[in-house]
């Protein structure tokens, strides 16, 4: 299914070829947690910008509408009307952030829902028969994230029951992937490596998931609130375990300049929800870095966000209609920004696909490294 097509040091150009389509890494995976982009773009608006891979979230859609009604209606690909791949998150993450009481034991997690209160059990087999029923291409392991910084020994028991969650999900979608009524008998399975940031609890969690052969490989639990340094030192650990012919997925990360760290480290797939909710606030980017679209600057700028760019924002508005819209609290002015930032950030990760075609990857990435995060 993943196809390496050369390496640039330890950065890798590839292709992922599932059931609904094949995806050229690297890649950025746009975020519909809900089934669509928050900043009112639908699944219909997402090939216009680039997108190759849709992500969906299983504890929101399990909340509502319920997988179980998506499941009679077709699957997400026939509920969103994408029909590119699509990404399922377990729900892990959300349980851990968003539910206020909760249990963890062996069997799983008891939470209480963040939109009506109710009770919910959410162990492996769960999780993938939610997964199962949305229909998604590639359904994420159920997994417990813990928080930065973690206690080394509770790191190590939450990283040992992770294994033992992944093994329990590996033999379930195994079994619903058997049965007659499933919507997507091809459904891919991901395992996740924790093990907060201790080197040693990340390497023994990534050679242990890596025995069980899965179909591709996440590292989960970073980006949540230490240095980017330490997050970059964990992934150049964790690299040299990871299996060399499975597609290799960092969760939750992040700006540009941490794609591109993470690129040259060996990752092949991104998400993050960063481009459109600062998109909603009149956070830009441009090839020249970052931009405040409420600046008083810009009420009379009659220029694109970004010269060149070939968005449909861009080819159609300028800075100072954008910004009064933002003024006037149009919806029409988030719609406009999360479109140019995602198409952005998908024609990064084409341009960082060119330049690994090309040979110069390290010229492209100490390049803009540091420019495209930076405020201008």
């Not at 890798?12 to 809900?34: L, S, Y």
């Not at 090939?47 to 077709?74: A, F, M, S, W």
């Not at 909710?277 to 600046?295: K, P, Q």
Request: glycine content about 8%; overall charge neutral.
């Amino acid at each position: 299914m993943f196809k390496l097509i050369k390496n640039e040091g330890t950065a890798r150009r590839g292709e992922f070829t599932t059931v609904h389509g094949t995806v050229q890494t690297p890649a950025f995976m746009n975020v519909a947690t809900a089934g669509a982009i928050k900043g009112a773009l639908s699944s219909y608006d997402l090939k216009e910008i680039g997108c190759q891979v849709q992500l969906c979230n299983t504890y929101h859609l399990h909340v509502r509408p319920g997988d179980d009604l998506i499941k009679q209606l077709g699957g997400l690909h026939k509920f969103t009307g994408w029909d590119g791949p699509i990404l399922t998150d377990s729900g892990g993450f959300q349980v851990f952030s968003l539910a206020k009481l909760r249990k963890i034991r062996e069997e799983g997690v008891d939470f209480n829902s963040h939109v009506d209160g109710r009770h919910i059990f959410m162990g492996p087999e769960e999780s993938m028969q939610i997964q199962s029923n949305l229909g998604s291409t590639i359904a994420m392991a159920f997994d417990e994230c813990v928080e930065n910084p973690a206690e080394y020994s509770y790191a190590k028991q939450s990283s040992e029951r992770t294994v033992r969650w992944l093994k329990r999900c590996k033999t379930e979608i195994k079994r619903l992937n058997a049965l007659p009524d499933t919507v997507n008998k091809n459904q891919l399975l991901f395992g996740i490596n924790q093990g907060a940031t201790y080197e040693d609890l990340r390497i023994d969690n990534m050679k242990r998931i890596s025995e069980l052969e899965l179909d591709g490989y996440a590292v989960g639990g970073l980006a949540v609130g230490e240095p980017k340094e330490e997050m970059y030192y964990i992934i150049s650990a964790v690299e040299p375990y990871m299996p060399k012919d499975k597609i290799r997925y960092l969760m939750g990360v992040g700006t540009p300049g941490n794609i591109l760290e993470g690129v040259s480290r060996g990752i092949d797939l991104f998400d993050c929800v960063m481009p459109s909710r600062n998109a909603r606030h009149g956070h830009l980017f441009t090839n020249m870095g970052i931009i405040n679209i409420n600046n008083e600057k810009y009420r009379n700028d009659m220029s694109p966000i970004e010269e060149g760019c070939l968005c449909p924002t861009c080819q159609r508005h300028s800075k100072a209609y954008i910004r009064h819209l933002f003024k006037a609290k149009e919806m029409l002015a988030m719609r406009l920004c999360v479109t140019h930032n995602l198409y952005f950030y998908n024609m990064l990760m084409l341009k960082i696909r060119e330049a690994l075609d090309n040979g110069n990857f390290i010229e492209f990435k100490n390049k803009y490294t540091d420019l495209l995060d930076t405020r201008i």
